[in-house]
């Protein structure tokens, strides 16, 4: 259905009604957004629609949830404002809409925009403005130039108001802070949840474009990179958006397995076929049926069990330990390792014949150090996900607390990234305002631990805690105390006292110390 100029703001009013009667019965993001898309697509057809958040500590944008339409792979969730490389960060800084029928006339002509980059010539995209301030972003995206876009661009700007009225009631119910904070965006996690790589940086971005083509291919793929670049997520990626992706998706920590229990991990057994066999067991392989494997650290398997492996995916088939029954599987294998193939091979640690049966299509993650722009998203994502998670007050990372940790190098990539912001959450909640230093002394612990895990005899090697990227709440107040405590010599009391320098009382210390089993 085409627009006509002297119906579009009845149009616009009536879409903006229909929005606000929904938020009365559900006011979720997915439904809010569903709602809004649907509506809009009963006066015309779009190929691409989307909501950035903004958020005015970090200066990043988000999805408010995933984008409905054409799927734009090269374009991170989350990503700085940035006004000379992002629509919406054009939009913010003028407080205008802007129609872009050019891309090369906004941005530069060397790097094409991942919106172009996807097919889509013709982009609009009007603020979203609450309480006089910029909240989100509404774009809408075509693949060819529509005919009426005057039409278009004249029903969002009657439309847009009500939007962000509508947002605001959306994002206010997620709050549970004090009235003031609840009309101010965060970062979408529910979008993340659909859309969580951030690919910023150009490495990345070449990391998603293969990852495209990785996913539309079905046949075994190998990832390669450091520990903590994130291997595992973009396994699952790959499957959320190939041809499998109804079916199972299941990993395997390929050091967890013991040798004498390999077999029957990944092919299952019956009852009886070994002492302790009580009843039968489906292995890995037979879940996986119709999905896809994913073989994590696949270097560290024995030679003996990569043997055992290759034949099963070179025959297709397998038999479950004390049964002679053959059974096929169709399973996509997707293996990672964290090793230098080419050295592992040659000092026989990693089987050839397996390696070239596994790297039919190969991807290789780039070190946080080649990404450095992508650590400031991270740092936005990942402290408003620890917030959530640990249940602790929001820490906005100013830029002195960001200084410290863009200059840092990361060799435990977005793991020790992860790790470090969720221990400045942690810092933030129990003893209130950080301080660059604070930050910096993080990061020195971070170098401390990496070079005890060179020494064997070191008391912080058998720290379980150390590198761990996914603690519980109890697990790292645990471990930030006892730092503390280590930093004050033991003293709980007094002006240089754990007690003062996490910034609680000292009764309330020693009872938390008592709950998590500390001692001085």
Known sequence: MSLRMDIVGRCADEVGKKLLRQLV????????????SNLIQEYFVFDRLCINLYDQHSEMLAYFTAAEGTVVSTLSPVRPADPAGTVAGHVIATRKPVIITDFARYFAESSVHPIAEAGLTVTMAFPLVLDNEIIATLHCSFAKKPKNIYEITAFFLELAPTVAICLGAVLSLERTSSAAERLLPKLSLEAADDEKIVCYSKAMRDVMRRLDTAAGVDAPLLLLGETGTGKSLLAQEIHRR??????????????????????????????????????????????ADGGALFLDEIAELTPEMQSKLLQVLEDGSFERVGESVALRVDVRVIAATNVDVAKAMSENKLRSDLFYRLAFFTVRLPS??????????????????????????????????SRPLLQHDWPGNVR??????????????????????????????????????????????NDSSVGEGDQSLAEAERLHIVRTLARSGGVISGPN???????????TLRHRMQKLGIQR
């Open 497 to 507: 006292g754990a007690a003062a320098r996490l910034g609680l009382p000292r009764s």
């Open 368 to 401: 946080l150090r080649e990404r450095k722009e992508d650590i400031a998203p991270l740092i936005a994502l990942i402290s408003e996900q620890a917030s959530l998670n640990l249940g602790m007050p929001r820490l906005a990372f100013s830029a002195a607390l």
């Open 242 to 287: 190939s041809p499998r992706r109804d079916r199972a998706f299941v990993r395997v920590n390929c050091p967890a397995l013991a040798p004498t229990l390999f077999e029957s991990e990944l092919f299952g057994h019956v009852r009886g076929a070994f002492t302790g066999a009580q009843t039968k067991r489906v292995g890995r392989f037979e879940l």
């Open 25 to 36: 019965t559900q006011a979720g993001r997915k439904a809010f957004f569903f709602t809004l």
């Open 416 to 461: 020790e990234l992860r790790n470090t912001i969720s221990r400045l959450v942690i810092a933030h909640g129990l003893g209130g305002k950080l301080t660059a230093a604070d930050v910096e002394a993080a990061l020195e612990e971070n170098r401390l631990y990496a070079a005890a895990a060179f020494h064997e005899d070191s008391p912080l090697k």
